[in-house]
């Protein structure tokens, strides 16, 4: 069975826009034309586009996205290649994900400060040693001074 770019775009949640642009880009040479030119997808080509939006997903540059297709293009014999390729990214993979668990931990120590039952008397504290390391440092304070007209 084959499918149009439409049809494509539908069922990946990519645009057109976006195939056509993969396309141009060299990462769809797997994806072959009918007699009427018009790219006929199969369902091996999707899961080669299920791949590349993976790629694409985690962080990996068009640029390499378009070696590892082509090593795949390559059949068997570019397994090393493609091993080594996948082996640098998910590296990447980790250390952004790590870097990721580290923010993620720094937001959730900020909510639990503001979800606290003290959070006004907290933001109040960590405001006030700013101010005065400030004053300490001889700097301007750049935190606004708003006053609570109900107080």
């Known amino acids: 069975m084959t499918y149009t770019i439409k049809t494509v775009a539908a069922k990946t949640g990519l645009s057109i826009y976006t195939l056509r642009f993969y396309d ?31 790629l694409k997903n985690t962080g990996m540059k068009i640029s390499d996205i378009r070696q ?34 580290e923010n993620l931990q720094e937001v959730d120590m900020k909510l639990s400060i503001y979800e606290s039952p003290a959070a006004e008397t907290l933001v109040d504290q960590e405001l006030a040693v700013i101010q005065a390391e400030k004053r300490a440092n001889h700097l301007p304070n750049p935190f606004q001074q708003v006053t609570d007209p109900t107080k």
Request: with cysteine; hydrophobic share 40%; glycine share 6%.
């Open 24 to 54: 141009k880009q060299g990462l769809l040479p797997f994806v072959s034309r009918d007699a009427s030119g018009y790219r006929a997808f199969t369902d091996g080509d999707l899961q080669l586009l299920h791949t590349i939006c993976c």
């Open 68 to 101: 590892y297709i082509a090593a795949v293009m390559q059949g068997p014999q570019s397994i090393p290649q493609r091993k080594r390729l996948l082996r640098a990214h998910r590296q990447a993979i980790l250390a952004q994900q790590a870097a990721l668990q």
